[in-house]
């Protein structure tokens, strides 16, 4: 027993010399690499790390504001640059009626929205007596079962974005071939032509699955939501996700309706990210969703495409 012991110290003290020299003489290879670099460019190596007595966005950036009437109008400009439609209206009431007109032009059949107060005051429900409209998570499933929890907002917003590719494809026949009007600015036009189409199933084991509300969300022809904030120096909006504001929601249904409230509408995106990174990693949300306009691709031989990656119509409806 003793000698094997031994045996074990040998070869643990063999491994750690052995390590040793294997990370010596990468230091020696990475010094040799940069000294070529250095004598290529015809200056000596900094060795030492740069000063950086400023960091981040100078002042003049961070005291830099627009009015409100600014911050509308340059929103406005950015986003229907971006193909997105912007309507400015007075209360819920005009971005209900809003709503429900586009659902009757565009034929919509399903609604689903985020299950939040100022929605619920929204009263889509009744404005939208033929179209069935569902609440995000209103039957009581938990935030695991909705798969809006996650360790972090960069892994929410590429899992839900895998989805979305997956399931847009299946939307609407009439969205190809309405791609064109939307990049000239033309009129929205119908939505999907399965609209006839019944709603998955709610009943039974399926009624608390993850599964089934992502069915849901893959078959709306309308997605309704509320803005966290929006940045009108780029023409976003941001939508965090969480149990009773599903993800989904604003990146499945054809058409996507975001609602901002104005005192919601800031100048710059650094507004936005500053209270994000003061919050700390374990208070982030799974998902934070910046938006500028649909889904728009053209990584297959530079194609322009709408509404592959998410919903291809989107209406920022700025509020008050």
Excluded: C
């Excluded at 026949?173 to 791609?179: F, G």
């Excluded at 599964?211 to 509320?226: I, K, N, P, T």
């Excluded at 996700?241 to 650094?270: C, E, M, Q």
């Amino acid at each position: 027993m003793a000698d094997t012991k031994r045996e074990s110290a040998v070869t643990a003290e063999e491994r750690r010399l052995w390590l040793q020299e294997l990370e010596k003489q990468s230091k020696q290879r990475q010094q040799s690499f940069m000294d070529g670099i250095a004598a290529k460019l015809g200056r000596p190596r900094q060795l030492e790390k740069p000063l950086q007595p400023f960091r981040g966005a100078p002042e003049l950036w961070r005291s830099f504001e627009w009015s409100e009437a600014e911050r509308a109008e340059r929103f406005r400009q950015y986003f229907t640059a971006a193909g997105g439609y912007v309507e400015e209206l007075p209360d819920l009431a005009a971005a209900r009626d809003f709503i429900a007109e586009k659902a009757s032009v565009m034929k919509a059949k399903r609604v689903l929205r985020q299950d939040q107060p100022e929605l619920d005051r929204l009263g889509l429900e009744a404005a939208l007596p033929e179209q069935e409209v569902r609440v995000w998570n209103r039957d009581g499933e938990s935030a695991a079962d909705s798969g809006e929890l996650g360790a972090s907002a960069g892994n929410g917003t590429a899992n839900s974005g895998e989805t979305g590719a997956n399931t847009a494809a299946a939307v609407s026949v009439e969205l190809d071939a309405a791609a064109a009007d939307w990049t000239a600015g033309n009129a929205a036009p119908g939505v999907s032509a399965s609209n006839t189409a019944d709603w998955p199933n709610a009943g039974g084991a399926a009624s608390n699955s993850r599964e089934r509300w992502l069915a849901h969300a893959a078959e709306a022809d309308f997605g309704v939501v509320l803005a966290d904030h929006a940045v009108a120096y780029t023409g976003s909006v941001v939508v965090k996700s969480a149990a009773n504001k599903g993800r989904s929601v604003s990146l499945l249904p054809t058409a996507l309706f975001v609602l901002i409230p104005r005192d919601r509408l800031k100048t710059r995106l650094g507004e936005v990210l500053k209270p994000f990174d003061e919050a700390g990693r374990e208070a982030l949300p799974a998902g934070i969703h910046f938006i500028s306009g649909p889904s728009r691709s053209a990584d297959i031989e530079n194609d322009l495409t709408i509404g592959v990656h998410g919903p291809g119509i989107v209406y920022a409806l700025i509020i008050g």
